[in-house]
T-cell receptor, first 116, second 111 residues
């Protein structure tokens, strides 16, 4: 597709359940980011993938959060044993790698996660 | 933790007025970028300024960067009701890794 695609757009889950959020980046973009945004707040960095390098996981808030990026393309963010404080919009962004063009990031429309 | 902090947190102006918002950051950067967000969903890139630049223009946008003060400003001239949105600054660290966002400025342009 032409842009970053995230699915689902909305997810309601029960406390304690696991959820998977998917991000399809722009084709050819080697860098991929996940952010979390609570209502009316800024973007909280979660994890960053760059090519074949080890991901920067420094923003993951707990070991219940994990992410992977298969084949350098699609990424999945998994939240295990969801808690109410996990409710937020989860945003994915991708961009070209170093030396391959402008460093601006392109965002998906996000997944709004509600834990009840 | 957030690298960038924006000021003010919220701004309300009349259509036709200029809107100015500021961003401060803490560590060395390669570049600083401004993004816009409507309705709490995806962000759209507006303008980028590199660490060796001091000022940049794009249409009604003007961004400045003062690396000695670790601060940037975004000016929107002749604002329109359609400029109502949240505006975020984001910094790319000198190591060229993650893009870190500030808390944003919510701008309301009243017609």
């Amino acid at each position: 597709g032409a842009g970053v695609s995230q699915s689902p757009s909305n997810k309601v889950t029960e406390k304690g359940k696991d959820v998977e959020l998917r991000c399809d980046p722009i084709s050819g973009h080697t860098a991929l980011y996940w952010y979390r945004q609570s209502l009316g707040q800024g973007l909280e960095f979660l994890i960053y993938f760059q090519g074949n390098s080890a991901p920067d996981k420094s923003g993951l808030p707990s070991d219940r959060f994990s992410a992977e990026r298969t084949g350098g393309s699609v990424s999945t963010l998994t939240i295990q044993r969801t808690q109410q404080e996990d409710s937020a919009v989860y945003l994915c962004a991708s961009r070209r790698g170093w030396g391959q063009g402008g460093p601006e990031a392109f965002f998906g429309q996000g997944t709004r996660l509600t834990v009840v | 933790s957030q690298q960038g902090e924006e000021d003010p947190q919220a701004l309300s102006i009349q259509e036709g007025e200029n809107a100015t918002m500021n961003c401060s950051y803490k560590t060395s950067i390669n570049n600083l970028q401004w993004y816009r967000q409507n309705s709490g969903r995806g962000l759209v890139h507006l303008i980028l300024i590199r660490s060796n630049e001091r000022e940049k223009h794009s249409g009604r946008l003007r961004v400045t960067l003062d690396t000695s003060k670790k601060s940037s400003s975004l000016l929107i001239t002749a604002s329109r009701a359609a400029d109502t949105a949240s505006y975020f600054c984001a910094t790319e660290g000198a190591a060229g890794n993650k893009l870190t966002f500030g808390g944003g400025t919510r701008v309301l342009v009243k017609p």
